[in-house]
């Protein structure tokens, strides 16, 4: 799907943009990839393991997505654009509001002029469990930047670029994870724990790529797809992480919820359910999309959340997934 294409991903030093160009490296032969992030040391480091000299097809851009017209230099001759660049640590985007704002929304908005203005074939835009019925800033902004993509083909008109967003839940082991804090803090053999009730969908890293690439090449325009993936309890995730440790529970904390949810029941109304995925379609679709008429309807009034799920992980799976982000 991706063989012989020029690809471009924003926020491309991140954790998921090193795990998609491993990814994208190993199993296809893109003709030319474009790491666009704003930060020189991690390019740096990442140009070690990927380099950019001789046959490689890999380019390294330093730009942040703020800058509109950096974005349109690199847009040129792009077919597709992961867009994962984004402020996400919540308690970052609280104390700096107009910082999440410029990045998550602006930002998005660049992106999808430079897209449009470029003739990007297909831009999938990375989204969170937090964008749902958001209570903090950080999911307010990815909220608002899930609607900007999907009303961005309204835009692009019949034929032109194509717009949709992957949307899922905490990835095991990334940067912001609670999984690092807890192998850090069982040294000293306390773990703190904001409420022993919580409970969050996860998914590894490895999923989180092959799950974009994969519904890159179903969108058509206008979806957010979210994948079924296994929730956990926070105590089996401590249990598993830092067996034998005391856990001290300090509170939820603002902006935190104690269960996620993936798919809200006012979206329920417009979503089909695959076997692997739920598919959100556009509520107003003024452009021609693709019919997914054939797949069956996701029941009226019900909801995706993290404590009602079918999948669960356990506290030796959560070990086994724990050990393998090491």
């Not at 992106?111 to 958001?134: L, Q, R």
């Amino acid at each position: 799907m991706f063989d012989d294409l020029n690809i471009l991903v924003t926020g491309g030093t991140g954790s998921f943009g090193r795990k998609f160009t491993e990814t994208l490296l190993r199993d296809y032969s893109p003709r030319r990839l474009v790491i666009f992030s704003r930060g020189e040391l991690k390019q740096h480091e990442m140009r070690q393991k990927f380099p950019d000299t001789g046959n490689s097809p890999v380019r390294y851009f330093i730009g942040d997505v703020r800058d509109r017209e950096r974005l349109y230099r690199a847009f040129n001759k792009v077919d597709v654009v992961i867009h994962a660049a984004a402020l996400k640590q919540v308690p970052a985007c609280e104390y700096n509001p107009f910082e999440a704002v410029q990045t998550n929304i602006l930002g998005a908005r660049n992106v999808i002029d430079a897209a449009i203005d470029k003739g990007v074939e297909k831009v999938m835009a990375i989204s969170t469990d937090k964008a749902v019925n958001p209570i903090n800033l950080y999911g307010a902004t990815k909220l608002c930047a899930e609607k900007m993509f999907v009303q961005a083909n309204a835009y692009s008109g019949v034929g032109g670029t194509r717009f949709s967003v992957c949307r899922y839940g905490n990835v095991m082991g990334s940067r912001g994870s609670v999984i690092p804090l807890f192998k850090k803090q069982r040294e000293c053999g306390t773990v703190t724990v904001t409420d022993p009730r919580m409970t969050r969908f996860l998914i590894t890293l490895e999923h989180g790529v092959r799950f974009v690439m994969e519904c890159t090449d179903q969108m058509h325009g206008g979806e957010v797809f979210v994948p079924k993936i296994p929730s956990a309890k926070i105590t089996d995730l401590t249990e598993a992480i830092a067996p034998g440790c005391s856990v001290s529970y300090i509170g939820i904390r603002g902006g935190e919820k104690l269960h996620e949810v993936l798919v809200s029941e006012d979206e329920a109304r417009h979503t089909v359910e695959m076997d692997d995925k739920y598919v959100i379609l556009p509520s107003h679709p003024w452009w021609k999309m693709e019919n997914w008429s054939g797949f069956r309807k996701m029941e009226e009034g019900s909801s995706y959340s993290s404590n009602a799920n079918t999948q669960w992980l356990s506290v030796e799976e959560l070990r086994s997934f724990a050990e393998e982000g090491e």
